[in-house]
Every structure is written in structure tokens, then in C-alpha cells.
């Protein structure tokens, strides 16, 4: 008999999850039918490109886009565009779904949970029917990303309310687009590094001309004849801008399960690395509704990345329709880049397990050193400055974790660290590891192995 695989959300986890479970279905001789719903008009695309989308570094729109409807269709996934999930009885293994052509409600065996995160919108930002002030908004999907190419073609100067990677990037689509540029944080900015490192990111963003406020939480905004003219702060201050980006953060979107199946501390649903939820009533999930494992925690964190998303949903795929499927996802370190544009400034930011300061509140004793070096050999036009900081466990000199700063060719540095906290190595593996040189590359002790080498001599 036909095994029927229901997944709500068609983006990053869902799709990745349809294809492979197709894939899998086919090594194994299984019978599966698909089916999708999607509540917006748009699928398969990249919302790690909106940035540069918004910054004019990307052609169209469509660039983004991964796979389209048709063709998951002619896969043989029946995709049902601009049609939400309204009600899911896990129990009794129904739903109920909204779309053009009216309500249906539909069976399954397996559920896949795939909706993904919705942006924090507060309050302040939205006007009495619940609407986002005009000029305001978050950047979270496609229709967002056309959104914002409206908004700052109408010139105007540029408010990013929130400290992450996503506000970061969104300086820089501003910068990029000539609009003078101020980003305000609650707390730290970019809380995922050390305090010492994330000053650096700070200053070469001043540099580029950025007013960059930390511990800055916006209280509301200033309305002039329909318009936002600036925001307010807890603080007292008055910031003048037209135009407000919201990066304050994401909140997985569980609603329709809620109740049905425990959460997690920051409201995720939790899969094992196989992707299942509750295998009794067949309740799959993957992506950024979920947490994920934290290796070196190890315990469930809320980290909302598309690499994740894709992995654990292809694994899930696999799962669905293989029993014996040799593909899991387990789980993550916490590892992610970005960069930073403006001006004549240039820095690329990379991180992956512990900081000092978490890895000392989770009670470790740590051994932290920085070094500071040329992304090449010193040279070669090509060298640029790059910091490292390289975190380590004193008793059993275990790597915890790292973060670069630098030039460009600095960042992509994290992986060989994120190899070796993935393997569980130390910071002598780290130290002595054969890693790649030639002077247009790396210096002949490379940087990274220089500053892992420094803490393993201290230890
Ligand atoms: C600006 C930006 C930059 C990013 N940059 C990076 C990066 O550099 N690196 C990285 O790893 N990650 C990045 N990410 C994160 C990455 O895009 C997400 O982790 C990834 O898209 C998550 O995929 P997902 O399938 O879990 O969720 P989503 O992509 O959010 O998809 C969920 C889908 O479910 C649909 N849905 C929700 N509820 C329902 C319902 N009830 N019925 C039907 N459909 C529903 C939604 O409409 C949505 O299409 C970025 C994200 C943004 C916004």
C-alpha cells in the first residue's frame, strides 16, 4: 500500500525531506506518495540571500531561487502553493488546510513539521490593526526582500534594530545602497563572540561610518503624518531614521503542535537525529521550528541555520522511507560566518564551538589565547591581517572552540577548527595537523595552527 508522507512548510527542511524520501523510496522499492503545503507563493529559495539581494549584489529575485514549484512537481511531489495549515489532530493522524480552493482536510502516516521561524516583530513596530509601520519590517522571506529594494530606492536613513548576523548583514545591504546607517542592540552585539573579538567588528564598523549602540533596546518609534521619522530607546535616546530593519530574533513556529508534543527551553520541537518527533503517531520535523543538539552542550539549542535545516531534512527524507537508512544528522557546534562591507572596510567573522565566556559558564576550565597574523605570507599583496581566538579544556587540552576575524581568505579558516571539534580532537591535532600552504594562501605555519599552538603551550 501507498505510504503517505504529509510535510507542512515547502522550503529549506520540507523539500529537502520530499526529495530524499523519493530517493530513498526508489533504492528500496517503497510506494510513497508526497504531498506539500506551502502557505505563501514562494518555495526552495535562498533567504541567506536576501541581503545581498536587498544590497544590489544579487541580479533578481529569482537568482534565489533553488527549485521552483513546477519542478518539484515534476518530480513528483504534489506541491500545494498559497495553502496553510490551519489544525493538525496528531492523534488522530489528520489536518486541515486553507488555500485557494477552500478548506480540505486530509489523512496521513507520516507528518513532516518543516514551518520554519518567524521573525520577532514587537509591538511598536505594527500599528493598531497589527500592520508593520510604514518603512519598518523584517527580513525573513522573499516578499520581504522585494520589500526592502522598495524601501531604501525611496531613500532615507537606515535604523537596524538587533544585534545578530542578519541585522549585520543589512548594515552592510544599507551601506551598500548609500544610506547612512545606525544599528541599536538590547544587549551585546553579536553575543556569539568574545567580548575582546566583537570589539574589533565594532570598530571596523565605525570606521565604515556605522553608529553602532549597544545596550540600546528600542522602546518605540516616532510617527510624523503617517511616517516613521526615528526610534526611541529605554535608555532616552532619539535616534533619527525613516527606514526601521527588524533583526531582533526568531521564534520557532510550533503553534499547530503546541500541547501535542513537548517543546523545548526556546519553544522548538525536538527530533533525534533521525528527525523523529513521536514515532508512535509518525510526527517528523526538521529546521528552524526545531532546536537542534548542541555537541559540546549537549543539550537541545535554538540555532536557526539553513545548513541544519537542509542536513537533518535530508536525513529525515532518508529516514521516511528506508528503516535501515544509515543517514543521520548529529548535530551541530554553533559554527557560522558572515562578513562586514562598508566603505573601504572589509572583515570577514567566523566562529564555531565554545566561547571563553560560555565554555566559563558552563563551568569548564579554560585556556584562551589570541593571535594576530597575515591571512598569507607577509609578502604577497595578498596578505591581510586576521585574529584568531582559540579556545581549550586545561585538563584534557580538548579544542572548545574558535573565532577569526580578518581579511579576505580569513573566515572560511573556521572549518579546519570545526573538523577538529567535530573528530573531538585537541589542540595539538589542531597544531600539528597537515593544513595547506603556498605564500598567496597562508603563511608557512598557518595562522590557525600557530594560534592553537600557542594555547597547547601554555597548557
Ligand atoms: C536574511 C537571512 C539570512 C540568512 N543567512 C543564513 C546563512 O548565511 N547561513 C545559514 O546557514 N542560514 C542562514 N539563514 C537561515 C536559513 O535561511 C534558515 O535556517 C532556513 O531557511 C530554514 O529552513 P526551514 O525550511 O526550516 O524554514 P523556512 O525556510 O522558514 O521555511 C518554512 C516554510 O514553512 C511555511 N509554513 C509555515 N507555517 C506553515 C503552515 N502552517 N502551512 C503551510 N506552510 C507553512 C513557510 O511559509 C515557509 O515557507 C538566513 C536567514 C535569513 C532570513
Given at each position: 500500500m501507498t505510504h503517505k508522507i504529509v510535510v507542512i512548510g515547502a522550503d529549506a527542511a520540507g523539500m529537502a525531506a520530499a526529495h530524499q524520501a523519493l530517493r530513498a523510496a526508489r533504492r528500496t522499492g517503497r510506494e510513497v506518495s508526497i504531498v506539500a503545503y506551502e502557505a505563501t507563493s514562494h518555495t526552495s529559495y535562498s533567504a541567506c540571500g536576501l541581503p545581498y539581494l536587498v544590497a544590489g549584489q544579487v541580479d533578481s529575485q529569482e537568482a534565489l531561487v533553488a527549485r521552483t514549484a513546477e519542478q518539484h512537481r515534476a518530480a513528483g511531489i504534489d506541491l500545494r502553493m498559497g495553502t496553510r495549515v490551519t489544525a493538525v489532530d496528531l492523534d488522530a493522524r489528520t489536518l486541515t488546510a486553507q488555500g485557494h480552493h477552500g478548506v480540505e482536510e486530509t489523512g496521513y502516516d507520516d507528518l513532516v513539521i518543516a514551518t520554519g521561524a518567524a521573525p520577532v516583530v514587537p509591538d511598536w513596530a505594527q500599528d493598531e490593526d497589527g500592520d508593520p509601520l510604514p518603512g519598518t519590517g523584517a527580513v525573513s522571506t522573499l516578499d520581504d526582500g522585494r520589500e526592502w529594494l522598495d524601501r531604501m530606492a525611496a531613500g532615507g536613513d537606515v535604523i537596524v534594530a538587533g544585534g545578530g548576523y542578519i541585522g549585520l548583514e543589512m548594515v552592510e545591504a544599507a551601506l551598500a545602497r548609500g544610506h547612512r546607517c545606525t544599528l541599536l542592540t538590547r544587549g551585546r552585539f553579536m553575543h556569539t563572540l568574545d567580548s575582546e573579538m566583537r570589539q574589533r567588528l565594532v570598530e571596523t564598523m565605525r570606521k565604515a561610518g556605522v553608529d553602532v549602540r549597544e545596550g540600546a533596546e528600542v522602546t518605540g518609534l516616532d510617527v510624523e503624518a503617517g511616517r516613521v521619522t526615528g526610534a526611541r530607546t529605554a535608555d532616552g535616546q532619539h535616534v533619527p531614521g525613516e527606514l526601521v530593519v527588524l533583526a531582533m530574533g526568531l521564534s520557532p513556529r510550533t503553534e499547530l503542535v503546541s500541547g501535542q508534543v513537548p517543546l523545548g527551553r526556546r519553544g522548538g520541537l525536538l527530533p533525534d537525529s533521525?528527525?523523529?518527533?513521536?514515532p508512535a503517531r509518525g510526527v517528523w520535523a526538521a529546521g528552524d521550528c526545531c532546536e537542534v543538539h548542541h555537541r559540546l552542550l549537549d543539550e537541545p539549542h535554538f540555532l536557526p541555520l539553513g545548513t541544519h535545516a537542509n542536513k537533518l531534512g535530508r536525513a529525515m527524507g532518508d529516514n521516511l522511507a528506508d528503516p535501515?537508512?544509515?543517514?543521520?544528522?548529529?548535530?551541530?557546534?554553533g559554527t557560522a560566518i558572515t562578513r562586514f562591507v562598508g566603505g573601504d572596510q572589509y572583515l570577514e567573522i567566523a566562529m564555531t564551538g565554545l566561547t571563553e565566556e560560555v565554555a566559563g559558564e558552563a563551568g569548564l576550565d579554560v585556556l584562551a589565547a589570541t593571535l594576530e597574523g597575515n591571512t598569507a605570507s607577509g609578502y604577497m599583496p595578498e596578505a591581510e591581517p586576521i585574529a584568531i581566538k582559540v579556545v581549550a579544556e586545561r585538563s584534557t587540552r580538548r579544542l572548545l572552540g574558535a573565532q577569526i576575524m580578518g581579511g579576505?581568505?580569513?573566515?572560511?579558516?573556521?572549518d579546519a577548527a570545526a573538523a577538529t571539534l567535530w573528530l573531538g580532537g585537541t589542540v595539538d591535532d589542531l597544531a600539528w595537523m597537515d593544513l595547506a600552504y603556498a605564500p598567496p594562501f597562508a603563511t608557512a605555519w598557518e595562522v590557525l595552527s600557530v594560534a592553537a599552538r600557542r594555547v597547547a603551550e601554555r597548557l
Open positions: 533521525r528527525g523523529r518527533v513521536d535501515d537508512s544509515r543517514l543521520t544528522f548529529d548535530g551541530a557546534l579576505h581568505g580569513a573566515g572560511k579558516r573556521i
